[in-house]
Nanobody
Framework: QIQVVEFGGGLVQAGGSLSLFCATS????????MGWYRRAPGKERELVAR???????QYADSVKGRFSVSRDNAKNTLSLLANSLKPEDTATYYC??????????????WGQGIQVTVSS
């Protein structure tokens, strides 16, 4: 069992910056992939950024060049630095951890979500 907790978030003006942090606890040795997702009101949950490894980073087109994700593999923590925020970035942000166990079992763990609101 893994616990996932997000920190940060809040209210920021358009053009501003915000940092999100995700910590995991429990049996984290199985964590293979981590990422940030978000869900805006009335919309589906979408990928923001993934870090399958500390060096392999993926971003949604909508945040490329503005957001930066970093992962500490040893601690299984994940950070997101969001710059040049836009009102359309307003959403609940979720941290995701994928646990992979031999031979091919995968388990998804989610944080409780943290609100990011960007005012215009």
């Amino acid at each position: 069992q893994i616990q996932v907790v997000e920190f940060g978030g809040g209210l920021v003006q358009a053009g501003g910056s915000l940092s999100l942090f995700c910590a995991t606890s429990g049996d984290t040795t199985c964590v293979s992939d981590m990422g940030w997702y978000r869900r805006a009101p009335g919309k589906e949950r979408e990928l923001v950024a993934r870090a399958p490894t500390a060096r392999s980073l993926q971003y949604a087109d909508s945040v490329k060049g503005r957001f930066s994700v970093s992962r500490d593999n040893a601690k299984n923590t994940l950070s997101l630095l969001a710059n040049s925020l836009k009102p359309e970035d307003t959403a609940t942000y979720y941290c995701h951890a994928l646990c992979t166990e031999w031979p091919n079992h995968e388990y998804n763990y989610w944080g409780q979500g943290i609100q990011v609101t960007v005012s215009s």
